[in-house]
Structure formats: structure tokens, C-alpha cells
């Protein structure tokens, strides 16, 4: 199965990429049952990331282009709600979740950002939501956890201890897991962000265009 760059574009101003109606192709798993790329493509253009995350736009930097001698492109995920790409995911992931998972709620580890996206996710979706963090954490990030509603847990010197805890509270709760970047769904949803330059740049795509997040 092929497909056209032609599919991918549609008017500026529009989200989605592929409409309700269409029926999506059904395609073979890869290796090991992972999503073959095609899987990838059709999730990536039916992700549920827009219920709350926004298009965000890809800005030119002209001097630091003229500083380095290229044409360096910003890709604006600061602008995102939680200021981080990470909120694609997250959403992605838990918007995919049977009822009596959410209602079971949900749990992950992280210093910041996804924990912020997760968070807002389970807002969204109104599920239940632990986030552990490191001891460590400054106050700030896991304040603005709390404001979106989750249940913040301090554990650990490290994220690793973090997330060996958060993941044994997960399967002692019955709480899903949602990890920060290597689940199908997660990557999916990040996903967009690409789906969305494609469309935005004009011209080819080169190896100097950055995501601009607030980082942990």
C-alpha cells in the first residue's frame, strides 16, 4: 500500500489529516506483532492528540539561521498547554483505554513534562491519576502536577527508583502504566508533531529544524 504526499496536505487551518468516513487500511504487524509502519501511519493520522493539544506553529529563526548557515526551523511545542510535546502521547495512549481501565486510573513516573501531559490527560478523560517523581523534584514542577488534579507520590533518589515503585503500585492498584515514550500508542501520538511539519515547512526537509519545549 502506498501513499501519496497529496493524501497527507489539506488546507491550512484544518486538523486531522483523515476523516471520520474514511475507512483505514488494515495492514500486517511487523516484527515481534510491533505496528508495521503503515499501523504507525493511519494511527499517527487518527490520533486523539487534538482533543487537547493544539497545531503548533513552525517558526523560522533568522538569526540563529544567519549565526549557523543553515535555515534553522522551531518546531513551537512550548505553546502546548502543559509547554511539551509530551502531551500527544500521553493523551494518545490513555484516550485508547477501556472505561474500566479509567475507572481503575492510572499511573506513571517522570521529573516533569510527561507527568504534566498525563496529568491534564486524565483531567480531560476524568480518570484517576498518581505520578511519582523523584525526591529531588523541585517544588515548582510537581506543584504544577497537583494543580491539574493528579496525585503527586515523591519516591526515589533517581527517576529509575521512581519508576521501579511507580510500576509496582501500578500492578498492585490495578492502575495502568503510562510509560513516557516506549509504548505504540505513545509514540503515535508524539507522532503528530511530524505529521504536522511535513504539512507546515515548505521546501524539503532538512536536519536543522529543533523541538521547542520547556524542559525538565
Given at each position: 500500500?502506498?501513499?501519496?504526499?497529496?493524501?497527507?496536505?489539506?488546507?491550512?487551518?484544518?486538523?486531522?489529516?483523515?476523516?471520520?468516513?474514511?475507512p483505514l487500511p488494515v495492514a500486517d504487524s511487523g516484527a515481534n506483532g510491533a505496528?508495521?509502519?503503515?499501523?504507525?501511519?493511519?494511527?499517527?493520522?487518527?490520533?486523539?492528540?487534538?482533543?487537547?493539544?493544539?497545531?503548533?506553529?513552525?517558526?523560522?529563526?533568522?538569526?540563529?539561521?544567519?549565526?549557523?548557515?543553515?535555515?534553522?526551523?522551531?518546531?513551537?511545542?512550548?505553546?502546548?498547554?502543559?509547554?511539551?510535546?509530551?502531551?500527544?502521547?500521553?493523551?494518545?495512549?490513555?484516550?485508547?483505554?477501556?472505561?474500566?481501565?479509567?475507572?481503575?486510573?492510572?499511573?506513571?513516573?517522570?521529573?516533569?513534562?510527561?507527568?504534566?501531559?498525563?496529568?491534564?490527560?486524565?483531567?480531560?478523560?476524568?480518570?484517576?491519576?498518581?505520578?511519582?517523581?523523584?525526591?529531588?523534584?523541585?517544588?515548582?514542577?510537581?506543584?504544577?502536577?497537583?494543580?491539574?488534579?493528579?496525585?503527586?507520590?515523591?519516591?526515589?533518589?533517581?527517576?529509575?527508583?521512581?519508576?521501579?515503585?511507580?510500576?509496582?503500585?501500578?500492578?498492585s492498584d490495578g492502575r495502568t502504566f503510562i510509560p513516557p515514550f516506549d509504548h505504540?500508542?505513545?509514540?503515535?501520538?508524539?507522532?503528530?508533531?511530524?505529521?504536522?511539519?511535513?504539512?507546515?515547512?515548505?521546501?524539503?526537509?532538512?536536519?536543522?529544524?529543533?523541538?521547542?519545549?520547556?524542559?525538565?
Amino acid at each position: 500500500m502506498r501513499v501519496t504526499v497529496e493524501s497527507l496536505q489539506y488546507e491550512s487551518g484544518y486538523l486531522g489529516g483523515i476523516s471520520e468516513k474514511t475507512p483505514l487500511p488494515v495492514a500486517d504487524s511487523g516484527a515481534n506483532g510491533a505496528p508495521s509502519p503503515m499501523e504507525y501511519l493511519t494511527n499517527i493520522l487518527s490520533s486523539k492528540a487534538y482533543d487537547v493539544a493544539i497545531e503548533s506553529p513552525l517558526q523560522f529563526a533568522p538569526k540563529l539561521s544567519q549565526r549557523l548557515g543553515v535555515n534553522l526551523w522551531l518546531k513551537r511545542e512550548d505553546l502546548q498547554p502543559v509547554f511539551s510535546f509530551k502531551l500527544r502521547g500521553a493523551y494518545n495512549m490513555m484516550s485508547k483505554l477501556l472505561k474500566e481501565q479509567l475507572d481503575q486510573g492510572v499511573i506513571c513516573s517522570s521529573a516533569g513534562n510527561h507527568a504534566q501531559g498525563v496529568a491534564l490527560a486524565a483531567q480531560k478523560l476524568g480518570c484517576d491519576a498518581v505520578i511519582v517523581m523523584p525526591v529531588t523534584t523541585p517544588e515548582i514542577k510537581w506543584r504544577s502536577v497537583q494543580r491539574l488534579g493528579a496525585t503527586v507520590v515523591l519516591k526515589g533518589d533517581s527517576y529509575d527508583e521512581a519508576q521501579l515503585y511507580a510500576k509496582q503500585r501500578a500492578e498492585s492498584d490495578g492502575r495502568t502504566f503510562i510509560p513516557p515514550f516506549d509504548h505504540p500508542d505513545i509514540i503515535m501520538g508524539q507522532g503528530t508533531v511530524g505529521m504536522e511539519i511535513v504539512r507546515q515547512i515548505k521546501g524539503p526537509l532538512m536536519p536543522y529544524l529543533y523541538l521547542l519545549e520547556v524542559v525538565d
